[in-house]
């Protein structure tokens, strides 16, 4: 059983940054697809972004390209969201998910490709 924890949320201003991150346990983290997809309210949940199961591949959702960037360390079994230049519509709570099988080189951006999600963090900008 793979269990996830979100960490990092918090209330920021519009132009600020946080780095969330999403700590694994159970399994084999280095052959895991991790995605990060976010939910605002009144809204379904959206893709955020991914990595493949091999890490060699990432996507980027096109609303955040430029200002979010997905990363991995799999000595610490954790998988990282920078968000730069945040802005009151990336306002959400934002969930780590991960899928342990499936193909290996393709990057999961569809909430029914994963196994496991986390409980979720809160990210609130502010104007």
């Known amino acids: 059983q793979v269990q996830l924890v979100e960490s990092g949320g918090g209330l920021v201003q519009a132009g600020d940054s946080l780095r969330l991150s999403c700590a694994a346990s159970?399994?084999?983290?280095?052959?895991?697809?991790m995605g990060w997809f976010r939910q605002a309210p009144g809204n379904e949940r959206a893709f955020v972004a991914a990595?493949?199961?091999?890490?060699?591949?990432?996507s980027i959702a096109d609303s955040v390209k430029g200002r979010f960037t997905i990363s991995r360390d799999n000595a610490k079994n954790t998988v990282y969201l920078q968000m730069n230049s945040l802005k009151p519509e990336d306002t959400a709570i934002y969930y780590c998910a991960a899928r342990n099988d499936g193909h290996w080189y393709r990057v999961p951006s569809m909430q029914y490709d994963y196994n496991y999600w986390g409980q979720g963090t809160q990210v609130t900008v502010s104007s």
């Open positions: 990595f493949s199961r091999s890490g060699g591949s990432t």
């Open positions: 159970g399994g084999t983290f280095s052959s895991y697809g």
